[in-house]
T-cell receptor
Framework: GESVGLHLPTLSVQEGDNSIINCAYS??????FIWYKQESGKGPQFIID?????DKRQGQRVTVLLNKTVKHLSLQIAATQPGDSAVYFC?????????FGAGTRLTVKP | NAGVTQTPKFRILKIGQSMTLQCTQD?????MYWYRQDPGMGLKLIYY???????DKGEVPNGYNVSRSTTEDFPLRLELAAPSQTSVYFC??????????FGSGTRLTVV
C-alpha cells in the first residue's frame, strides 16, 4: 500500500552545522505535506508545510523542499542548535488521510 | 488559548477494562483526530471527525469508538482493553488549511 518512509532513522550533527532530513512518499495523489518535531514526552509540533503546487518553502531557519518527480521531501535546518534535538516526522495528506513516517531522530552535538 | 487538551496523561488498565480518553480543543476547529504512537514508530490514525456529529474510521480503528457531539470534544472509548492497545495516544485538531495542533498525549498501559 501507500506509505511514507524516511531514509535514515538517526542523524547526528555538530552544533552550528546545517541538518537535512529526508523523506520518501509513494502516494502521488497526496497534495499536502507537513514536517513535525516531537520532543521527548510531548506531542508533535508543527514546523512547516508545503502544498503540491510548490517545490520550496522557507520558514525561520527551516526550509522544506518537495520533488514530486521522485516523490521526495526534505527538511533543512540551518545553524542547528541543541534545542533542535528531537524526532522529526514527515506526513503526507490526501483528503483527510494523513500518514506519518516513522521519524528521524536528530541529535545535535555541542 | 489552551489548544488541545488531553486527559488523563497516564493510565494503567487491566485486560478487559474499559476507559474513555478525553480530548477537547478551544480553537473552534472542525477537524479532529485520534492517533496512536507505538515506541519508535510514527503515528497511526484511529478515527477522525470533520465536524460535530460526523466520524470516520482511520487506519487502525478496531477496539476503539469515538463520538463527536460538540465541536470542542472528541472522546476516544476503549472497550475490553487488550495489551496490544498499550501505546501513547494523541488527539489533534485542524482547520484543514494548516497543520495539525496536537495534544500532549495519554500514555496507556494495559496489563
Amino acid at each position: 500500500g501507500e506509505s511514507v518512509g524516511l531514509h535514515l532513522p538517526t542523524l547526528s550533527v555538530q552544533e552550528g552545522d546545517n541538518s537535512i532530513i529526508n523523506c520518501a512518499y509513494s502516494n502521488s495523489a497526496s497534495d499536502y505535506f507537513i514536517w513535525y518535531k516531537q520532543e521527548s514526552g510531548k506531542g508533535p509540533q508543527f514546523i512547516i508545510d508545503i502544498r503540491s503546487n510548490m517545490d520550496k518553502r522557507q520558514g525561520q531557519r527551516v526550509t522544506v523542499l518537495l520533488n514530486k518527480t521522485v516523490k521526495h521531501l526534505s527538511l533543512q535546518i540551518a545553524a542547528t542548535q541543541p534545542g533542535d534535538s528531537a524526532v522529526y516526522f514527515c506526513a503526507e495528506d490526501n483528503n483527510n488521510d494523513m500518514r506519518f513516517g516513522a521519524g528521524t531522530r536528530l541529535t545535535v552535538k555541542p | 488559548n489552551a489548544g488541545v487538551t488531553q486527559t488523563p496523561k497516564f493510565r494503567i488498565l487491566k485486560i478487559g477494562q474499559s476507559m474513555t480518553l478525553q480530548c477537547t480543543q478551544d480553537m473552534n476547529h472542525n477537524y479532529m483526530y485520534w492517533y496512536r504512537q507505538d515506541p519508535g514508530m510514527g503515528l497511526k490514525l484511529i478515527y477522525y471527525s470533520v465536524g460535530a456529529g460526523i466520524t470516520d474510521k482511520g487506519e487502525v480503528p478496531n477496539g476503539y469508538n469515538v463520538s463527536r457531539s460538540t465541536t470542542e470534544d472528541f472522546p476516544l472509548r476503549l472497550e475490553l482493553a487488550a495489551p496490544s492497545q498499550t501505546s501513547v495516544y494523541f488527539c489533534a485538531s485542524s482547520t484543514r488549511t494548516y497543520g495539525y495542533t496536537f495534544g500532549s498525549g495519554t500514555r496507556l498501559t494495559v496489563v
